[in-house]
């Protein structure tokens, strides 16, 4: 069975600045995918965004981006340039390589405050 | 864009009742899922179907059961609300591509059971 591990249940950084959040996956797969989302206060989940594991490559969206290490399993989220809007819950999330099934497998999440 | 809309925001409920959480999705999407999502526990599978009157069990169906009469509609039911019940649940669906199929959620519906 595959598990996805937060380490960090709360985290803050000041405006403008850089903040890393975590996430360690254990699983036997090996294709998969891996997420972020995130939740703020209006509880909407938001993908970040997306990690296929078989690219070597890590994925950006602008201000986000991620260090995939295949080998040791970990997946951590960089916010770069954080703004207020980023304070929210962050899931980290595992999708098993399968058409048609799309299940995610979550962390606990970790909740990001960002200060001005 | 789309969109998952589930019914209620907030729902009060007691013990004993029986439940209905509505979701409905506008994209002609095949999956739908119900996630649980308890703090310090994230979010949990509860049931998803992969088509109309298909479904298949979570990781937590206990107390939980289903139905998808049309593919735009799933409706998770408590038949015997608890105490324990009382939770976030949302609702999200997705094309069935895999990962390159991300998935939508809804706003989640908090109920409470007293």
């Known amino acids: 069975a595959q598990t996805v591990t937060q380490s960090q249940p709360e985290m803050s950084v000041q405006e403008a600045e850089t903040v890393t959040l975590s996430c360690t996956y254990d699983?036997?797969?090996?294709?998969?995918?891996l997420f972020w989302y995130k939740q703020p206060p209006s509880r909407q989940m938001i993908l970040v965004i997306r990690?296929?594991?078989?690219?070597?490559q890590n994925a950006t969206e602008n201000r986000f981006s991620v260090n995939f290490q295949k080998a040791a399993k970990s997946f951590s989220l960089k916010i770069s340039d954080s703004q207020l809007g980023d304070t929210a819950m962050y899931f980290c999330?595992?999708?098993?390589?399968?058409?048609?099934?799309?299940?995610?497998?979550f962390g606990t999440g970790t909740r990001l405050q960002v200060f001005p | 864009d789309v969109k998952v809309t589930q019914s209620s925001r907030y729902l009060v409920k007691r013990t004993g009742e029986k439940v209905f959480l509505e979701c409905v999705q506008d994209?002609?999407?095949?999956?739908m899922f119900w996630y649980r999502q308890d703090p310090g526990l994230g979010l949990r599978l509860i049931y998803f179907?992969?088509?109309?009157?298909?479904?298949e069990k979570g990781d937590i169906p206990e107390g939980y059961s289903v139905s998808r009469e049309k593919k735009e509609r799933f409706s998770l039911i408590l038949e015997s609300a608890s105490t324990n019940q009382t939770s976030m649940y949302l609702c999200?669906?997705?094309?069935?591509?895999?990962?390159?199929?991300?998935?939508?959620f809804g706003n989640g519906t908090r109920l409470t059971v007293t």
């Open positions: 999200a669906s997705s094309l069935g591509g895999g990962g390159d199929s991300p998935l939508h």
């Open positions: 699983t036997s797969e090996s294709n998969y995918y």
């Open positions: 990690q296929e594991a078989y690219k070597q």
């Open positions: 999330a595992f999708m098993k390589h399968a058409w048609g099934t799309d299940k995610l497998i």
């Open positions: 994209m002609d999407h095949e999956n």
């Open positions: 179907s992969y088509d109309v009157k298909m479904k």
